[in-house]
């Protein structure tokens, strides 16, 4: 086993998923969708005695990327987004107020643009980049492979996330799924908000995208 996940916080006012994932032997690690609470993340991070080579965004919702530039700028790691979703990030502004009703921090420097096919790396630990549009513009899946996809808000348990924003595509969404996601085999599925589940699970009964009955074909 070359990944482990140290530490599932839920953070924010939106309750999102970050997660610290690494490699068990160098304990070096990786922090995906800081979406609040910079202390907390730091203090688990110190915790598991990990030492933190990047954060990543699965996507530029604020709710995802609210401790980004804290986490930069006290541990001087980069910050990860991909460059389709650069331009959400001008947006969160306006979503603070909407869903919030304050003025969020400004939004983090994007340090590297990440794109399909690009592997995030931390000791033994690889996290391929999957392109699952729909979501957002931007927004993907990492995937340790035989090991688990880290799903952000593209899929949940029994549940699929929202296009009703900008830059939203419903079927955009369901191909990301369906194409991307569901050929993968039967990982565990963990996902930018709620409970982990697993592919195969979803194949079946996520009453969005799943068959209703029997695994999942293209």
């Known amino acids: 086993m070359t990944m482990r996940v140290f530490e599932r916080l839920v953070v924010g006012a939106l309750q999102c998923n970050c997660y610290l994932v690494g490699d068990p032997v160098t304990l070096q690690g990786i922090v995906i969708d800081p979406g609040d609470d910079p202390d907390a993340i730091l203090a688990a991070a110190e915790r598991h005695g990990l030492s933190l080579v990047a954060a990543v965004a699965t996507h530029a ?3 995802h990327i609210l401790a980004a530039d ?8 980069p ?10 990030l001008a ?8 869903f919030l009703g304050t003025d969020l921090p400004p939004s983090p420097e994007v340090d590297r643009t990440y794109a399909e096919g690009d592997e995030l790396v931390a000791g033994s630990m690889r996290l391929g980049v999957i392109h699952t549009p729909g ?9 340790a492979p035989d090991e688990a996809v880290f799903s952000g808000d593209t ?3 029994a549940s699929v996330g929202r296009t009703d924003l900008p830059g939203g595509d419903t079927a ?13 085999g039967d990982l565990p599925v963990f996902p930018g908000h709620g409970p982990p589940t697993t592919i195969g699970q ?16 293209p």
């Not at 804290?70 to 790691?77: C, D, E, P, S, V």
């Not at 991909?82 to 959400?88: E, G, N, Q, R, W």
């Not at 979501?135 to 995937?143: A, E, I, K, W």
């Open 135 to 143: 979501h957002s513009p931007g927004s993907v899946s990492l995937v």
């Open 91 to 98: 947006l969160n502004q306006e979503a603070g107020r909407l």
């Open 155 to 157: 899929l949940f348990y």
């Open 202 to 217: 979803e194949q079946v009964s996520n009453p969005f995208v799943g068959s209703g009955g029997g695994l999942w074909t």
């Open 172 to 184: 955009e969404e369901l191909a990301s799924i369906r194409e991307r996601l569901f050929p993968l």
């Open 79 to 88: 910050f990860y987004l991909h460059a389709l979703d650069v331009p959400i």
């Open 61 to 63: 919702h604020f709710d």
């Open 70 to 77: 804290a986490i930069r700028q006290r541990t001087g790691i």
